[in-house]
């Protein structure tokens, strides 16, 4: 990313953190007092401190109930604590699948998907981003949609009688592409 230069040591840093596991034993040089702060300042991450730890969120989670290492619960835990590099560099934390049912259960009112979504942003900005999230920037950026869908498909779909698929429009994704600062940020985490 483009500040790694003004901090030195930043991918060492965040090369050793990769290396943690998410279970290791904490450290105390890893806990960061002020991350919980820094989460809480993000629209929908102001609840994070309510969460005491129930449970609920997992206990519903669809993707939890076929990971063995993907709790929502541990991942709010983490972030409470300061466990920053850990939880960033954390491949766990794109399982999420958006869906909210965390959210809509919890006791508490903690967004938990939506602290997910922002800690997935913090982990962006850090350079940290799965290879086929990238794969998937990437091919909005060439063909203006995530998934190319094989001549095959569309023409099963033809046979069975679908509409075709609607066109997407490349120049208007680039301009917002580039209007958002997408095109930049994935460019910086490919340098990774
Ligand atoms: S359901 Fe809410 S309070 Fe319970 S562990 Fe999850 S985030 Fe915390
Ligand atoms: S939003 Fe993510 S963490 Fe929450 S229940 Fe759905 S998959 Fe699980």
Not at 176 to 192: D, V
Request: net charge positive.
């Amino acid at each position: 990313m483009s500040d790694a230069a003004a901090k030195p040591g930043r991918d060492e840093d965040a090369g050793k953190a990769a290396r943690i596991g998410i279970n290791a034993p904490i450290r105390a040089h890893e806990l960061n007092l002020g991350f919980k702060y820094e989460i809480s300042a993000m629209h929908d991450g102001e609840k994070l401190k309510q969460c005491f730890q129930c449970g609920t969120c997992t206990s519903d989670c669809p993707i939890a109930r076929f990971s063995d290492t993907y709790r929502p619960r541990m991942i709010i835990r983490m972030a409470q604590l300061g466990l920053r590099d850990r939880v960033l560099s954390s491949d766990t934390l794109w399982l999420c699948a958006a869906c909210f049912t965390c959210t809509d259960r919890c006791p508490q009112d903690v967004e938990v998907a939506s602290v997910i979504r922002i800690l997935r942003n913090f982990a962006v900005r850090e350079g940290f981003m799965p290879l086929i999230f990238r794969e998937l920037g990437s091919n909005i950026l060439r063909i203006g949609v995530a998934y190319e869908i094989p001549e095959l498909r569309l023409k099963k779909r033809e046979i069975v009688g679908l509409p075709p698929l609607p066109k997407s429009d490349l120049n208007d994704m680039l301009k917002l592409a580039n209007a958002t600062g997408f095109s930049k940020t994935l460019k910086e985490t490919e340098r990774k």
